[in-house]
């Protein structure tokens, strides 16, 4: 990204208290994605390649 790492973005968004209560997905090829995701405080992680439907059940998880 070329203003501010993914990690950053999320490490702000979850402190304000004005974006936090919004679900973050993370979408990465990385085999530590999962670990990076806990740490930065993402509401969850889909590994690439990602099945659609795997997808949308965790955004429906998310919103309800």
């Known amino acids: ?3 501010m790492a993914g990690d950053a973005i999320l490490l702000q ?3 304000d208290p ?3 209560s919004i ?7 990385s ?3 999962a670990t990076f995701a806990e740490r930065c405080g993402a ?3 889909i590994a690439k390649p990602f099945d659609t439907g795997a997808l949308l059940a965790s ?3 998310a919103l309800a």
């Open 1 to 3: 990204m070329p203003a």
């Open 13 to 15: 968004l979850k402190a």
């Open 18 to 20: 004005a974006t936090k």
């Open 23 to 29: 679900p973050v997905f993370l979408l990465s090829a």
């Open 31 to 33: 085999t530590d994605g």
């Open 43 to 45: 509401d969850a992680f």
């Open 59 to 61: 955004i429906r998880a």
